[in-house]
C-alpha cells in the first residue's frame, strides 16, 4: 500500500470503473444476503402480517413467540441433537479412517500403492445412485433399517474425497521429520500419531468441516433409512414440518428453517477460514 | 523377484493396516456393491421374494418408459440452464472481487456464506420468496412495476428455471474456486497488455478465460454431475410437479427404489445416470480440448 505504484491485478482501474465494480459488488452482496434477511423477518411475523397487502418488510411487532411455538409443534430440539450426535460421530469417523489412509498413501511405500490410490480417486467419479440400492439391500438383510447404523458405520472406511484431500496437505509435509523418527527406532504409528496429526489439525479442520456441511444438510440418506420420527435428524425433520398443518404456517416454518441452519451459520462465523480452504483444496485439482 | 528387506516388509504391513478401513469400505460399500447393482440391473427383485434373472428386460423397458423420458428431459432441461448459470455468475462475481478493493475478503466471505446451507431449509426458504400470491419477489413485480408476477415453482412452465434461479445463492464454492485460480495469475501480462491500452473487457477475453480456462472446465464438470443428480429441491418443494414437471431422473429412483420396490429397474436407471454422466464428462473434456490452455500452469 505505501508503494508507488497502485496498479491492481488488472491494471490501474479508471475512477469510473472503480465506482461501477463497487455498486456491483456491494448490491451484489444485498442480493445474495437478501433470502435469509427475509427469512428472519418472516419469522418475526404474525401470520397475518405475511399475508398482508402491502407486505411489510420489518415485522411491525416482533413475534419471538414464534421460536417458543415451533419448539412445542415439532420435537426440534430432538431433531438438532439427532443431527448434532450423527454428524459428530460421522465428521470424526470419516476425518480420521480417511487421515490414515491419506498418510499410507502419501508416505508409506508398499507394492499396488499406486493401483490403489487410483481406485481411491475412481471411486470418487461414480455417482452414489450406483451403490445406494446395494447398500440398502445389504443394510436391510443386517436388520439395519430404522436405526442410525446404515448412516454411521460407513462413515468408518473413510472417504474418497476426504483421502485425496488430506493426501494433498501431508504431501506439502517435510520428510525430514520422518526421517527422525525412523532414525530413533519409532515405528510407523509414531510418525503418525506425533508428528502427522499434531502437523495437519488445519487439514483435519478443513475437512471435518466439508463432511459435516454435507452431513448436516443430506436429507437422502436419513430419507430412506430412517421411519421414526424421534430418530429424524434436522433435515428430515424440517422436511416434514409442515405436515402436521393445514395450510403451510410460513412464519413457523421460516422460523425452523433458521433453527435448523444457525448450528452451520455460527460455526461458518468461527470457523470460515477452514470453509474456504477446503473449497479452495478440493478445487486445486481441476 | 528379489526378497523384501525387513524394514520394507514392516512398512508394506503398515501401508495396510493403515488403509485398512478404506479397503474394508471399498468392498463391502463400493465395490461390492457396484458389481451387486450390474447384477441386480439384470433381474427382477421386489425385496420380498429371491431376484429373478430377467435379461435385459429391465432396460428394455426402461427404454419404452415414457416416465424415463420425461425425467431424463426435465433433468437434461435443468443441467443445460443450471451449469452454464452457475459458472457465467460465479466467474463474474470472482473477477469483480479479483480487483483492489476496499473490503475484499469480508465480501469473499459474504457470497460464499449462503451456499454452505443447502438442502431443505433453503427449499424452504425459496419457495417462500417466490410463492405467487405472498412471496417477496411477486410482491414487488406487482407493487413497483404493476407487473403480475408468474407462478414459479407452482406452473409447469416455470417450475426448472425457478429451480435453477435457487443456484444463484448456492454458487459459493464455485465461485471460491473461481477466485483461487484469479488471484494466482501473473500480473505482468495485464500490466503489458494495459500499456497496450487494452480494455478491461478485452483483458479479460484474451488474457484471463483462455489461462484459467482449465479451472472453468472443472467447474463446468463438477456442476454438471451435481446438476444431474438434483433431488432434494423437487422433493421438498414441488414433490415433482406440477405435472411431473420437476420429475428429476434420481426422483424417479428414488420411488422406483424406495415407493415400489422394484429394486433391479431402479440398479438398471442407476447405470444409465452412470453411463450418462460418464459420457458427458468425456465429451465436455474432449470437446473442450480447443478452448482449453494447459501450457500455464497454476500450481
Known amino acids: ?286 | 523377484m528379489r526378497k523384501l528387506s525387513l524394514a520394507m516388509k514392516r512398512e508394506e504391513r503398515s501401508f495396510w493396516v493403515f488403509i485398512a478401513p478404506w479397503f474394508i469400505g471399498f468392498i463391502c460399500f463400493t465395490g461390492g456393491p457396484i458389481l451387486a447393482s450390474l447384477l441386480l440391473s439384470f433381474t427382477e427383485y421386489n425385496v420380498i421374494s429371491s431376484p429373478k434373472f430377467a435379461g435385459i428386460s429391465n432396460y428394455s423397458t426402461l427404454f419404452g418408459d415414457r416416465l424415463f423420458y420425461k425425467s431424463l428431459s426435465v433433468t437434461l432441461y435443468y443441467s443445460v440452464m443450471a451449469v452454464p448459470f452457475t459458472v457465467v455468475t460465479s466467474l463474474i462475481i470472482a473477477t469483480l472481487l479479483n480487483n483492489k478493493i476496499k473490503g475484499q475478503s469480508l465480501l469473499r466471505t459474504l457470497y460464499y456464506a449462503p451456499s454452505i446451507i443447502s438442502g431443505v431449509a433453503v427449499s424452504f426458504l425459496w419457495s417462500w420468496l417466490l410463492n405467487p400470491q405472498f412471496g417477496v419477489v411477486n410482491s414487488v413485480l406487482y407493487d413497483w412495476f404493476g407487473i403480475q408476477g408468474p407462478g414459479w415453482f407452482t406452473s409447469p412452465d416455470t417450475v426448472v428455471p425457478s429451480m435453477v434461479l435457487m443456484q444463484l445463492t448456492a454458487s459459493g464454492s464455485t465461485m471460491v474456486i473461481f477466485l483461487a485460480a484469479l488471484q494466482s495469475l501473473p500480473k505482468d501480462l495485464y500490466e503489458a497488455a494495459s500499456l497496450e491500452g487494452a480494455s478491461a473487457f478485452v483483458k479479460f477475453r484474451k488474457i484471463t478465460v483462455p489461462l484459467i480456462s482449465p479451472v472453468i472446465l472443472f467447474n463446468t464438470i463438477i456442476s454438471m454431475i451435481g446438476s444431474l443428480q438434483i433431488f432434494t429441491e423437487a422433493y421438498v418443494i414441488t414433490k415433482g410437479g406440477p405435472d411431473w414437471n420437476s420429475y428429476f431422473y434420481v426422483y424417479y429412483l428414488f420411488d422406483t427404489a424406495f415407493k415400489q420396490f422394484r429394486m433391479g429397474y431402479a440398479s438398471a436407471q442407476a447405470w444409465i445416470l452412470f453411463l450418462l454422466i460418464f459420457a458427458l464428462t468425456l465429451v465436455s473434456l474432449w470437446g473442450s480440448k480447443k478452448f482449453v490452455h494447459y501450457e500455464y500452469d497454476s500450481k
Open chain 1, 1 to 286: 500500500m505505501m508503494k508507488a505504484s497502485t496498479s491492481g491485478r488488472f491494471g490501474e482501474l479508471r475512477p469510473i470503473q472503480k465506482i461501477v465494480i463497487y455498486v456491483l459488488l456491494y448490491g451484489g452482496v444485498l442480493l445474495f444476503a437478501f433470502p435469509l434477511f427475509w427469512m428472519l423477518s418472516t419469522s418475526l411475523k404474525t401470520i397475518g402480517e405475511i399475508h398482508r397487502v402491502p407486505m411489510t418488510w420489518i415485522p411491525s411487532e416482533i413475534q419471538w413467540s414464534n421460536y417458543k411455538q415451533i419448539f412445542i409443534d415439532a420435537p426440534l430440539a430432538r431433531f438438532l441433537w439427532n443431527s448434532m450426535w450423527y454428524s459428530a460421530v460421522t465428521v470424526a469417523a470419516v476425518v480420521f479412517t480417511s487421515s490414515m489412509a491419506a498418510f499410507a498413501f502419501a508416505r508409506l511405500r508398499a507394492r499396488g500403492s499406486l493401483l490403489l490410490f487410483g481406485l481411491v480417486l475412481s471411486t470418487m467419479m461414480i455417482p452414489s445412485q450406483v451403490t445406494l440400492i446395494p447398500q440398502y439391500l445389504l443394510f436391510t438383510k443386517l436388520g439395519w433399517t430404522g436405526t442410525y447404523l446404515p448412516l454411521v458405520i460407513p462413515a468408518f472406511t473413510a472417504s474418497a474425497f476426504t483421502i485425496f484431500l488430506m493426501r494433498q496437505f501431508y504431501l506439502g509435509i517435510s520428510k525430514e521429520l520422518d526421517e527422525a523418527v525412523k532414525i530413533d527406532g519409532g515405528s510407523h504409528f509414531t510418525m503418525y500419531f506425533r508428528i502427522m496429526i499434531p502437523l495437519s489439525m488445519p487439514a483435519f479442520a478443513t475437512a471435518a468441516i466439508l463432511e459435516l456441511i454435507s452431513r448436516w444438510n443430506d436429507l437422502f440418506g436419513p430419507l430412506i433409512y430412517l421411519d421414526d420420527m424421534t430418530k429424524y435428524p434436522i433435515s428430515l425433520g424440517l422436511a416434514n414440518f409442515t405436515a402436521a398443518y393445514g395450510a403451510t404456517p410460513w412464519h413457523l416454518l421460516m422460523a425452523a428453517s433458521l433453527i435448523a441452519i444457525l448450528p452451520l451459520l455460527i460455526l461458518f462465523f468461527f470457523a470460515q477460514k477452514y470453509f474456504i480452504q477446503g473449497i479452495v483444496i478440493s478445487g486445486s485439482k481441476g
